[in-house]
């Protein structure tokens, strides 16, 4: 069964660097698919913030473009997000997702993991 | 590019259907076969429930279908069950984007 957990601080300081991970287990990450991230503030509509493929190709958001790095490792099968200079209206539930082959839909999401920004 | 729009809320008795709407442009819903639709319980994370606007995942019952007519994208659910309260969201491929609806609330009267 195809897994994903998400982990990383649940709280950061505005300004400073987000870091998230996510864990796949059950599926190799190599099997030429992308992985990505998606997030909710609390109360919120859903935000598409990039998608990464095993090569580390990307696609990002245009309007978080500026902020955000993606990374895959598959010697250890996950992946990072990375968003720069954060601030409160970065407070969301983060969710790490796979997308579908030669589409845009999600076909399997992570538990998804609740990032604080405050002081 | 602004989110999808859909209604707030929508609501049916059980056994009885409920459509919701995903309104888009030319650019978006309305250009391109990538739209989809999301379930999400309380507390959960969302679960793909119709893809390429009108195929549905293994494992997601007949009674969800969607179509599309011009720049909006429906989502029905037939025979209404006490599961299926929760939010829906559509999302749509927009150039170099992904967009997502602005979210309905599904309640089963």
């Known amino acids: 069964q195809v897994q994903l957990q998400e982990s990383g601080p649940g709280l950061v300081r505005p300004s400073d660097t987000l870091s998230l991970t996510c864990a796949v287990s059950?599926?190799?990450?190599?099997?030429?698919?992308?992985w990505g991230w998606i997030r909710q503030p609390p109360g919120e509509g859903l935000e598409w913030i990039g998608y990464?493929?095993?090569?580390?190709?990307?696609y990002y958001n245009p309007s978080l473009k500026s902020r955000i790095t993606m990374s895959v490792d598959t010697s250890k099968n996950q992946f990072s997000l990375k968003l720069s200079s954060v601030t409160a209206v970065d407070t969301a539930v983060y969710y790490c997702?796979?997308?579908?082959?030669?589409?845009?839909?999600?076909?399997?999401w992570g538990r998804g993991t609740l990032v604080t920004v405050s002081s | 590019q602004s989110a999808l729009t859909q209604p707030p809320s929508a609501s049916g008795s059980p056994g009885q259907s409920v459509t919701i709407s995903c309104t888009g442009t030319?650019?978006?819903?309305?250009?391109?076969?990538?739209v989809s639709w999301y379930q999400q319980h309380p507390g959960k994370a969302p679960k793909l429930m119709i893809y390429e606007v009108t195929k549905r995942p293994s494992g997601v019952p007949d009674r969800f279908s969607g179509s599309r007519s011009g720049n909006t994208a429906s989502l029905t659910v037939s025979g209404l069950q006490a599961d299926d309260e929760a939010d829906y969201y559509c999302?749509?491929?927009?150039?170099?984007?992904?967009?997502f609806g602005t979210g309905t609330k599904v309640t089963v009267l």
């Open positions: 030319s650019s978006d819903v309305g250009g391109n076969s990538y």
């Open positions: 997702v796979k997308k579908g082959p030669h589409s845009t839909y999600f076909d399997l």
């Open positions: 990464i493929h095993y090569s580390a190709r990307t």
């Open positions: 999302s749509s491929y927009a150039t170099s984007n992904i967009l």
């Open positions: 059950g599926y190799s990450i190599s099997n030429s698919d992308w």
